[in-house]
């Protein structure tokens, strides 16, 4: 079993920064794949960004290319969403989601249905 607990959410001016932090507990933080999620009200959980075991690949969505970091320190099993420039569209619900994938190292999933393992979430309020 895998606990996800994320942070780092909260209310930020449009343009400003915000850093999302997950922490896994597990032996094996480094089987995992991670992604980042995000729902808003009325709407379908939707991909933002993902990074693969060893963090050498990661994958983003459109929207947030250029804006977006995804990195993890499997020392500390961590994975961290750095946001940019955000907008008022943005604000939703961020959700961390695990990968188990011992077969393709390099496997960054866009699909919540690749992943196994889901935190509860951390609102992310952006104002205009």
């Known amino acids: 079993q895998v606990q996800l607990v994320e942070s780092g959410g909260g209310l930020v001016q449009a343009g400003g920064s915000l850093r999302l932090s997950c922490a896994a507990s597990?032996?094996?933080?480094?089987?995992?794949?991670m992604g980042w999620f995000r729902q808003a009200p009325g709407k379908e959980r939707e991909f933002v960004a993902a990074?693969?075991?060893?963090?050498?690949?990661?994958n983003y969505a459109d929207s947030v290319t250029g804006r977006f970091t995804i990195s993890r320190d499997n020392a500390k099993n961590t994975v961290i969403l750095e946001m940019n420039s955000l907008k008022p569209e943005v604000t939703a619900v961020y959700f961390c989601?695990?990968?188990?994938?011992?077969?393709?190292?390099?496997?960054?999933?866009?699909?919540?249905?690749?992943?196994?393992?889901w935190g509860q979430g951390t609102q992310v309020t952006v104002s205009s």
């Open positions: 989601a695990a990968d188990f994938n011992i077969q393709d190292p390099f496997r960054v999933g866009r699909n919540p249905n690749e992943y196994d393992y």
């Open positions: 597990v032996r094996t933080f480094n089987r995992y794949a």
């Open positions: 990074i693969s075991r060893s963090g050498t690949t990661t």
